[in-house]
């Protein structure tokens, strides 16, 4: 306990804030790449400790929220086939598909289950022989290791009714397409901490060579939120842009060596749809040939399903690029909350719209 106090010491939370204040001699926009630090940004008010001149934007820090529509919509369809049991985590089952959600599928009986790891999906498929299990699997470079190490452990173990619809997301092609693309202008970014733990800190430098931002590797109390927002401000203030670790206690700059092998040994990179953003070359992760039996897509022969979208106000697309806040949207609050989502943004427990929902409610449209 007293190791999370000294991270969320008031104290040395108002030190930096004003250490920030005289710091920041003009106007600088930062910009988050990871929900979580989102949610602990509103729920501990860090955005009204800060200047007026340095400004929070929220990025695609949000692994549900940016999985594609149609991934879902092949989800739904492989959970809805006889003898198919379709596993993922908690915070996808209420996401919307094209036009429907893994929860709806599952009230139409489709069988869907939570599970907390892919491994214990791959316990399940040894558990039932009978059944097809299937293991939706999402997320940023964090959660790829035990994907690709159920892979694995389905190959040494012979395990032939496991299967994987595999969904990840890298960071870095993220952040060079909103640094490239029209949008608001963007001084500096604060990485996420865990994603630097697995893969380090190198694939941000020629990014922060390429467009002139500094990238700061920085936690996820609000202590380490505000020293990455210090060491941005110093940085811009002093005309540089490095890439620096904030999250020393768990960020190595070549980052986990033996979880980046497995991932490179299961999966190869590939284009990616993100939601919101769109395809970003290099973005994704698919698995390798040698793991074909294991890929559901191609077990399954899934084809593209028809995109049947309804017309909604919502703008999580906007929320998601950091164009526009959640209580800009016209829904927030309104048609849209937690218990009647329109986007992901306000299903998942990491996302921007549910962030602000939950902890800055009195920003509700009239």
Not at 103 to 108: D, G, L, W, Y
């Amino acid at each position: 306990m007293k190791f999370v106090d000294e991270y969320r010491d008031p104290g040395q939370a108002r030190r930096l804030a004003a250490a920030i204040a005289e710091t920041a001699t003009q106007p600088w926009t930062l910009m988050e790449v990871c929900g979580g630090q989102t949610h602990a940004i509103m729920k501990f008010g860090i955005d009204q400790l800060l200047p007026k001149d340095v400004t929070l934007l929220h990025g695609p820090g949000c692994p549900v929220c940016v999985t594609p529509a149609l991934a879902i919509d092949q989800a739904i369809a492989l959970a809805e086939q006889n003898d198919v049991v379709l596993c993922t985590f908690g915070d996808m089952i209420r996401v919307p598909g094209s036009g429907q959600s893994l929860s709806t599928a599952k009230a139409r009986g489709g069988d869907v289950r939570i599970v907390y790891s892919p491994l214990d999906a791959l316990a399940l498929a040894e558990a039932t022989p009978n059944k097809e299990i299937v293991f939706f699997a999402i997320g940023f470079e964090t959660t790829a290791p035990t994907t690709a190490m159920a892979a694995f452990e389905a190959q040494r173990r012979s395990v032939q009714n496991f299967s994987l619809l595999v969904s990840h997301v890298r960071v870095p092609p993220a952040l060079d397409a909103l640094l490239t693309t029209e949008g608001p202008k963007i001084d500096a970014f604060l990485a996420a901490g865990h994603v630097c733990a697995i893969m380090g800190l190198s694939e941000y430098e020629p990014i922060c060579a390429r467009h002139g931002v500094p990238i700061v590797a920085t936690g996820f109390e609000p202590v380490d939120i505000l020293e990455g927002v210090l060491m941005c401000v110093r940085q811009l203030e002093a005309d540089r842009a490095e890439v620096e670790n904030q999250y020393a206690r768990a960020v190595r700059h070549k980052g986990n060596g033996a979880a980046q092998e497995l991932i490179s040994a299961v999966f190869e990179v590939a284009d990616q749809e993100w939601r919101g953003i769109g395809e970003l070359a290099a973005s994704g992760l698919r698995l390798r040939e040698t793991f074909r039996a294991y890929n559901a897509a191609k077990k399954f022969a899934l084809a593209p399903v028809a995109d049947v979208r309804s017309e909604t106000p919502c703008i999580s697309g906007d929320v998601l690029r950091g164009v526009k806040r959640p209580n800009d949207c016209p829904a927030f609050g309104k048609a849209c909350s937690p218990e009647r989502p329109l986007g992901a943004t306000m299903v998942s427990s990491e996302g921007a719209c549910a962030a602000y929902y939950r902890y800055a409610r009195k920003n509700i449209p009239a």
